[in-house]
C-alpha cells in the first residue's frame, strides 16, 4: 500500500497569499497518477486535479498541480475567501487506492 | 449534468449490516465504474472498492474483504455498498463517487473520483 504523507497538517494564511501544500508517497506513484480533492466542513470533496498537474473542469486557473514520483505539490496562487477548507491528495498508481491525511488551510 | 444522490443517515447495532444506496443520473450508467470512499470522524478518506456497472465485476479494498459487497441494479442506475459485522469503528460518512474512465472506450478503471455523492452518515451504536 502506497502511503500519503500530506504536511504541514494545518496552514495559516491570509486571503491573497499563496498556500503551497506538499504531498509525499512512500513509493513512486506511477504515471503521476495523484488528484487533488477540496473539501469543506458537511460537504463531499470536490476535484480539483487528476494526473498530477491536470485541473479539473471548472477549476480556477489560481490552483496548480505538480510533481512526479514521491513529491507533490499543490498551488494556490492567490487565496480567495472560498479556498479556506481541507486538501486531500490521493494516489491512483497502485489498484489498492490511498489518500493523504488533509491539510487544512484556515483564515490566519 | 452528472449526478449522484445517496440513501439516507442510518444508526444500526454492532453486529448489524447497512445498505447504501447511490443513485446515479445524468449519464450512462453502465459505462462507468462507481466507487465506495468513507470518511470515519478525525479520519482520512478511505477507499472502499469498486463496481464496473456495466458487467458487475467489482474490487475490493484488503481491509473491507469479506465484509462489504457492493451491487448494482443497472434498471434503477443505482449502485449499492452494504457492509456488514458492523462495529462502533464503521461509524463514518459513506461516500459514492464514479471514476472518469469510460468502460466502453478506455476498459478500465481509472482510480480518481468525480463526481461524489453527499454522502451518507452511518452511526454504529448499542
Known amino acids: 500500500e502506497i502511503v500519503l504523507t500530506q504536511s504541514p497538517g494545518t496552514l495559516s494564511l491570509s486571503p491573497g497569499e499563496r498556500a503551497t501544500l506538499s504531498c509525499r508517497a512512500s513509493?513512486?506513484?506511477?504515471?503521476?497518477?495523484l488528484a487533488w480533492y477540496q473539501q469543506k466542513p458537511g460537504q463531499a470533496p470536490r476535484l480539483l486535479i487528476y494526473g498530477a498537474s491536470s485541473r479539473a473542469t471548472g477549476i480556477p486557473d489560481r490552483f496548480s498541480g505538480s510533481g512526479s514520483g514521491t513529491d507533490f505539490t499543490l498551488t494556490i496562487s492567490r487565496l480567495e475567501p472560498e479556498d479556506f477548507a481541507v486538501y486531500y491528495c490521493q494516489q491512483y498508481g497502485s489498484s489498492h487506492l490511498t489518500f493523504g491525511g488533509g491539510t487544512k488551510v484556515e483564515i490566519k | 449534468q452528472v449526478q449522484l444522490v445517496q440513501s439516507g443517515a442510518e444508526v444500526k447495532k454492532p453486529g448489524a449490516s447497512v445498505k447504501v444506496s447511490c443513485k446515479a443520473s445524468?449519464?450512462?450508467?453502465?459505462?462507468?465504474?462507481m466507487h465506495w470512499v468513507r470518511q470515519a470522524p478525525g479520519q482520512r478518506l478511505e477507499w472502499m472498492g469498486w463496481i464496473n456497472a456495466g458487467n458487475g465485476n467489482t474490487k475490493y479494498s484488503q481491509k473491507f474483504q469479506g465484509r462489504v459487497t457492493i451491487t448494482r441494479d443497472t434498471s434503477a442506475s443505482t449502485a449499492y455498498m452494504e457492509l456488514s459485522s458492523l462495529r462502533s469503528e464503521d461509524t463514518a460518512v459513506y461516500y459514492c463517487a464514479r471514476d472518469p474512465g469510460d468502460l466502453t472506450i478506455f476498459g478500465v478503471v481509472i482510480g480518481w473520483f468525480d463526481p461524489w455523492g453527499q454522502g451518507t452518515l452511518v452511526t454504529v451504536s448499542s
Open positions: 513509493q513512486s506513484v506511477s504515471s503521476s497518477y
Open positions: 445524468g449519464y450512462t450508467f453502465t459505462s462507468y465504474a
